[in-house]
């Protein structure tokens, strides 16, 4: 009877650590990404693309961020960094973005040094780049805060009747609801008359909207008429008053 036998060389051999090449460059390496050695991968794909200096302004009135000719509001300085780093940074798909910086303090022109790191797994390995993005903050007043400042205003709401304070209160309220959304939504003067109260406010479509809430809460008689004010670009310029008659002081 002839008998097999293993031998320990062969043992050897089924338990030995099989040696892994890089098919682009021949280098031997135990890690391979896609096939590559990380050199390789490297050269061969861009794992993180950012821009070194992202420049844009801020408005020193109301704190609005400007990119390119759009203003947008932040609640923290959180939400500001990482939406300017993920307009102007670009990992590779399939990779995770993490974003490191100092906290800092806006006064002037502010410079803000930020680290991006994008994180990729292939093959149980790990694979990272980082690069530096300098965000500078330019300071600037926006249009809408420049048209505050100057009385700009598109509509006239007059409150006239009982509890003209209460529905004062209640305009500006539902006026910081629209200052986000609404271009110009801003209370630029209020004067207070013998007959009633003139608030006058930046954007009309505010004005209108807010007038209408305000009629169905208090119930009262809201008329709205329309002027032309003059001539600007080959266009006409209205300007808008509403009128709110009748009793504020109870809902």
């Known amino acids: 009877m002839v008998k ?3 031998s320990s060389s062969k043992t050897a051999k089924t338990h030995k650590r099989l040696t892994r090449f890089c098919p682009s460059c021949g280098t031997e390496t135990d890690e391979l990404f896609e ?15 950012a821009a070194k200096r992202v420049q844009f302004g801020l408005c020193y009135d109301c ?21 300017v780093v993920l307009r102007h940074a670009r990992p590779l798909r399939g990779a995770k973005l993490s974003i490191n ?23 149980s390995r790990t694979l990272s780049k980082s690069k530096d993005m300098l965000l ?12 505050l400042r100057g009385g700009y205003y598109e509509a006239i709401i007059q409150l006239r009747g009982e509890g003209q304070e209460r529905l004062q209160a209640a305009v500006e309220n539902e006026m910081k609801k629209y200052t986000k959304i609404e271009p110009n939504a801003f209370i630029s003067k209020v004067e207070r008359l013998k007959e009633g109260v003139d608030i006058y406010v930046g954007s009309r479509t505010a004005a209108i909207k807010i007038s209408s809430e305000l009629r169905k809460l208090y119930n009262v008689e809201c008329t709205i008429t329309h002027k ?6 080959g266009k006409e310029v209205r300007r808008t008053t509403v009128l709110l008659r009748g009793s504020f002081a109870h809902s």
């Open 136 to 147: 500078v903050i330019t300071p600037e007043i926006c249009p809408d805060c420049s048209r």
């Open 35 to 49: 096939g590559l050695c990380r050199k390789c991968f490297l050269s061969n794909v861009e794992l993180l693309q």
């Open 63 to 83: 704190g609005r961020i400007r990119f390119n000719k759009f203003w947008q509001s932040y609640d923290s300085k959180n939400a500001l960094v990482r939406d």
């Open 101 to 123: 910086y100092s906290d800092f303090t806006i006064k002037g022109k502010t410079e803000v040094p930020v680290e991006v790191t994008a994180t990729i797994e292939s093959n």
């Open 4 to 6: 097999k036998v293993i």
């Open 228 to 233: 032309i004010h003059g001539m600007r670009q």
